[in-house]
């Protein structure tokens, strides 16, 4: 998307910035958390006079306006502005959405569990987060608002361009878009990159470290990563029992979903062609002494640079 930034532009759609923020929280979320229509109006007066459109794309978007007061409020907001909102979301299959979780949140620093105990806790705990029939009824049932659901996965081609091909969306572009050029920046670590991110979250504990306070906590295991290429061996730690088990768990709500979103069609068909995931997880026994060293000296490189960018997180009295 913003590899086309001109593009879009030349076609009267601008591309808002997603890197401006309030505080720590990206600048549209805050805005819309805090209902305050100046600081909206002030946000999309600067880029709205010469362009048809505006874009802005963040999954921070999507919990927000799952609250049915805060999506009126926002849309009231935008119409008093002349605006009009359209929602496009990307959803996956629950086994790789669930896969794709477990993985953020461990190179986030967020848990330290094997994904088996992450499974049973998103079932029990977080079930209504993976429940799209749930999750998306408001903005389903809202008759003012225009949304689109898309599946996500690589068998379906590149999602910025079937945002684009979406009818309404984009009129009368001819030309082709560009590629990417840039790495994913939320790209998978690999299957060593997630048994670092588990092995530095359960030493962290260990530390006695405030987890919650740590500060831009993705950027670390990127840093020592990306010129490893561990991304390329992707991690994926669910068996075909697993992978049923949760199919089951939602199956009726996504059959509930996709007849309202998808009608004609049933979700089991939608994501027929879904390249099937092999188990891949990293077999500690197969590393060689030299791996196990690099692994442990990565860890250490990474606490040490936690610990100088979020001092307060330590205990004052620790050593290591």
């Known amino acids: 998307m913003q590899d086309n930034k001109d593009n879009l532009e030349n076609n009267g759609v601008k591309l808002l910035d997603i890197k401006r923020k309030i505080g720590a929280e990206k600048i549209l ?45 926002f849309m009231d907001a935008l119409e008093s502005t002349d605006f009009r909102l359209r929602i496009a979301i990307f959803v996956r299959d629950q086994p790789d959405y669930i896969n794709s979780m477990y993985v953020q949140k461990a190179k986030k620093f967020l848990h330290s569990v094997d994904i088996t105990s992450y499974v049973w806790y998103c079932l029990r705990q977080q079930r209504y987060w993976f429940n799209y029939n749930y999750m998306f009824s408001g903005m389903i049932d809202n008759p003012g608002l ?26 009368g572009f001819q030309g082709e878009w560009l590629p990417s050029v840039v790495c994913d920046l939320n790209d998978q670590p690999g299957i060593k990159g997630v048994h670092l991110a588990l092995n530095v979250s359960r030493q962290l504990e260990s530390l006695g470290v405030d987890l919650s ?108």
């Open 213 to 320: 306070t740590l500060r831009n906590r993705a950027r670390y295991i990127r840093k020592y990563l990306s010129p490893l290429g561990w991304g390329s061996d992707r991690y994926f730690g669910l068996k075909n029992d697993q992978i049923e088990l949760i199919r089951d768990f939602y199956q009726l709500s996504n059959k509930r979903f996709s007849k309202k979103v998808w009608p004609g069609f049933s979700w089991r068909s939608v994501f027929s062609d879904q390249k099937k995931q092999h188990y891949n997880v990293l077999d500690e026994e197969s590393l060689s002494i030299a791996e196990r060293d690099e692994i442990t000296l990565l860890a250490r490189k990474v606490i040490d640079d936690l610990k100088e960018a979020n001092p307060d997180a330590f205990p004052s009295n620790i050593s290591f």
């Open 146 to 171: 225009d949304v689109d659901f898309l599946p996500y996965g690589r068998q379906f081609g590149d999602p910025f361009e079937r945002l684009m091909a979406l009818p309404g969306w984009l009129q």
């Open 29 to 73: 979320p805050a805005i819309v958390y805090s209902r305050d229509i100046e600081k909206l109006q002030s946000f999309l007066s600067q880029d709205s006079p010469q362009h048809q459109a505006l874009l802005y794309s963040a999954e921070q978007c999507t919990q927000l306006l799952l609250h049915k007061k805060r999506l009126k409020w």
